[in-house]
């Protein structure tokens, strides 16, 4: 997590949340023995999901959470380690905390350098790479579920926007046998302030028709999950992230999926 991302999140802390809804659709009983793939660009991102990857981990689903990038440049004023790489050991030994607290399998590193060299000129080649580890884990794990960052990125960091496009592409690019799922997990429109510049980040619930119920047990893990990202979060803000995203999801999580399905149309209207 860089400056950017931490800024954005104490925002969002103070944009000031309400109620998001109370509906939630019925769980299904055909989980146990599947498998989720979550792709995401920082060691910690997966904090952003991490209750509804705990949801589904004791359910019986495998949950893969990839890492696109190795966190190296996520340095933070409170943690006086500099960039680089012993910043990036840790960050990926609190990743694996985090993911062993939440119940899912190991972290799948793809290594790519944090902000993907886009100041050195080299960001379309890191993209091409990137694109291909993507689609090489698709058919290595066969996930039935994917998640990933949707158009504002959950925060509006910039290599969450990149991540998820990426995805996206390589998502939409074939006709996957296994016919797998995509989903972007959301905050709803009228979860923020309408007055604070975050309302961006947010989706129209009607565009949000998947709702998935959690309870206590997932936001407890995810609370001692925050614990483990001790570099990036100040102990006051590891409290109150977690608290934040049960206030803001009222029980649910809610997700925008990914679909192309329907009549062939001659019309864009």
Request: proline residues 5%; contains cysteine.
């Amino acid at each position: 997590m860089n400056k950017l991302f931490y800024v954005s999140l104490l925002a969002l802390l103070s944009a000031g949340f309400f109620n998001a809804g109370s509906h939630t659709a019925k769980a299904i009983n055909n989980e146990a023995g599947r498998a989720i793939m979550a792709v995401v660009a920082h060691p910690d991102d997966e904090l952003l999901m991490g209750a509804l990857l705990s949801h589904y981990a004791t359910r019986g689903v495998k949950v893969h959470v990839v890492v696109a990038t190795n966190g190296a440049l996520g340095q933070t004023d409170f943690f006086k380690v500099p960039e680089g790489k012993t910043l990036a050991e840790i960050r990926r030994g609190e990743m694996s905390c985090s993911g062993n607290v939440l119940g899912l399998e190991k972290p799948i590193w793809l290594g790519l350098p944090d902000q993907l060299l886009a100041t050195e000129g080299k960001l379309q080649s890191q993209i091409d790479l990137l694109r291909y580890k993507i689609d090489s884990l698709f058919q290595l794990y066969k996930p039935n579920a994917m998640l990933t960052f949707g158009a504002a990125g959950m925060t509006g960091h910039p290599d969450h926007r990149l991540i998820g496009n990426v995805v996206t592409e390589v998502f939409e690019s074939k006709s996957w046998p296994w016919k797998p799922k995509l989903f972007y997990p959301a905050l709803p429109t009228g979860s923020i302030n309408d007055k604070s510049w975050a309302t961006y980040l947010t989706v129209d619930s009607s565009h949000l028709t998947v709702r998935i119920g959690l309870d206590s047990i997932d936001y407890a893990r995810l609370g001692q999950a925050y614990q483990c990202h001790k570099s990036q979060y100040r102990e006051s803000v590891r409290i109150k992230l977690p608290l934040f995203m049960k206030r803001v999801q009222k029980g649910q999580v809610m997700l925008r999926p990914f679909s192309s399905t329907g009549p062939l149309k001659n019309s864009l209207f």
